[in-house]
Each structure stands twice: as C-alpha cells, then as structure tokens.
C-alpha cells in the first residue's frame, strides 16, 4: 500500500511567488554494454535551467550502482553516473539514463553543495541548505572515490516545503576512502510548492518500487528516493521522473556484492518536489 503525505506551502507576507514557466523533461541515453563505468549527460535547451535531475539504470539486477547524479555549476545540464558493484562476475550489458528537468530562468536561482571528509567511515552523511528565504527545486549528489563499493542510501528532501537535502552513503563492501557529496538546486519561493512522499512494502523481496503524484496541476521540478533497512545492501537503481513531470518513481534491488545475498526487510521512499507550473 502506498503512504502519501503532502502539504501546500503558503509563502510568507510579502514574499512574491512564481510559477514555473516552460518546465519540460529532457533525458540522454548511454550505450549499451558491460563497461564497469558508463556516464552519460541531459543538457537543458538554449535559455533553461535545470530545476532537478534524475537517473535510471537500463538492464540491471542490483549488479550496477548508480553513485552519481551531478548539476554543472550553471545548472544547465546534468550528469549521471553508473557503476558495476564489485562482487560475482557481471557480463550483461547496461546503461543508463540522464533526466534534465529544465524550465525557464528561476529568480533567485542558485546550486550550493556540502560534501563530508575522505575516508574509511562505513556510513557518511551530508546536507546542503538553501540560502534564507529560498527554497528546494532539486535535490543531487554523488559518491566520490566508491569505485561500485558504496552505495547512494538517502537523497531526502527535508522539509516541507522543502529548504535542504541530505545525501547518505553506505557501503556495500569495504572501501578504505570515498566521501558523500550533496547538492540542492535552490530558487525563490514558488507557487504551490510541496514534497510528496510514498513508500513500498517493508518485506524481503529483492527489488522494488514506488510512485507518488504532484498534486493536480503541479509539476515536478525535482526528486529524491531512500532505502530503509538495508544498510548499505540494495541499491537505488533508478530515480525517475514521468513524461509528463507529473510523477516520480524510485526503483531498488538487493546489491550483488561479495557478502552474497540479502536476507532482512527493507523498504525503499520516493519522494516528489512539486510547484505549480
């Protein structure tokens, strides 16, 4: 059964508010094959911005990580990055997709990072905050140095609605120095926004997924997704926004590494970033 929860946010007096304008889901698609790296990148058209990002992996059954989802410095196109988890031999091929969810310039746009120290801590977390009086469009992040041995476990929106992101990294085998790296694409408050929020069953079915809606006529403008449970053994394989930027759904299976298989119950959450468009 899916759980949703969402709320509409009410800027503060004489705090103005915007729409949305020209908001529209651009993806790239990498080639196919059984490369232990792949990357590929969606760009926004001449005079967008990216408002999020999202990824998923083509052909994969918890065999492939994907550690990186990373906005340019000018927000106008983003990267996504897949990896082979290091564990049994994995000789199928796979890709990947990169979504750019662009729209026209924001006022008050802006991209802050945080990253956490390098080194050997099994479990790493990391927030970035939104300048005051500016709000979540998007929510990015990255494993830096994981090399398919660490897994992106939290990108959590918080707040609704929303004025930071956590990123939270485990690790799926030992990995002596990696560090988590997090990004929140910010803007001036826009009309209507909210964070909608849903999970899966907490059982021990190897994969899963979940979708949860803006609410009518809301758009998404970013999103973020969370396993429950596993510590570090599923990983989210795909985070990825509808045609029509209407919905968003995370996908997650067990991790294929070298402690072999799963046994306890996790859960994996999806979670919208919604304003009017």
Not at 264 to 273: E, P, Q
């Given at each position: 059964m899916l759980a949703v929860a969402g709320a509409i946010s009410v800027a503060a007096p004489g705090v103005s508010v915007a729409t949305v304008a020209n908001i529209e889901l651009h993806r790239s698609t990498s080639v196919l094959s059984s490369a232990a790296l792949r990357t590929t990148t969606a760009a926004c058209p001449a005079g967008r911005v990216l408002t999020g990002v999202g990824a998923d992996i083509i052909s994969n059954t918890g065999a492939v990580v994907l550690d990186g989802l990373v906005p340019s410095a000018s927000r106008t196109e983003g990267e996504a990055r897949g990896r082979e988890v290091a564990g049994p031999p994995f000789a199928q091929v796979w890709g990947l997709h990169s979504y750019g969810i662009c729209a026209s310039s924001l006022p008050g746009a802006s991209l802050r990072s945080a990253a956490t120290r390098i080194n050997g801590t099994d479990d790493k977390s990391v927030t970035a905050a939104c300048p005051t009086g500016t709000r979540l469009t998007g929510a990015a992040g990255e494993i830096v140095g994981g090399d398919?041995?660490?897994?992106?476990?939290?990108?959590?929106?918080?707040?609704?609605?929303?004025?930071?992101?956590?990123?939270?990294?485990?690790?799926?085998?030992?990995?002596?120095?990696?560090?988590?790296?997090?990004?929140?694409?910010?803007?001036?408050?826009?009309?209507?926004?909210?964070?909608?929020?849903?999970?899966?069953?907490?059982?021990?079915?190897?994969?899963?997924?979940?979708?949860?809606?803006?609410?009518?006529?809301?758009?998404?403008?970013?999103?973020?997704?969370?396993?429950?449970?596993?510590?570090?053994?599923?990983?989210?394989?795909?985070?990825?926004?509808?045609?029509?930027?209407?919905?968003?759904?995370?996908?997650a299976a067990e991790a294929r590494d070298l402690d072999g298989g799963f046994a306890?119950?996790?859960?994996?959450?999806?979670?919208?970033?919604c304003a009017m468009a």
């Open positions: 398919g041995n660490v897994v992106i476990g939290d990108l959590v929106p918080n707040g609704n609605p929303a004025t930071s992101v956590t990123l939270r990294g485990f690790e799926a085998n030992s990995d002596n120095s990696w560090s988590a790296q997090v990004f929140a694409l910010c803007a001036n408050p826009l009309a209507g926004q909210e964070v909608i929020t849903g999970s899966s069953a907490n059982d021990s079915v190897s994969s899963k997924s979940t979708t949860v809606s803006c609410t009518p006529p809301r758009k998404v403008t970013g999103l973020g997704g969370r396993i429950t449970n596993a510590g570090g053994e599923a990983v989210i394989t795909g985070l990825t926004p509808d045609e029509s930027l209407g919905s968003v759904t995370v996908r306890g119950n996790w859960s994996v959450r999806v979670y919208a970033i």
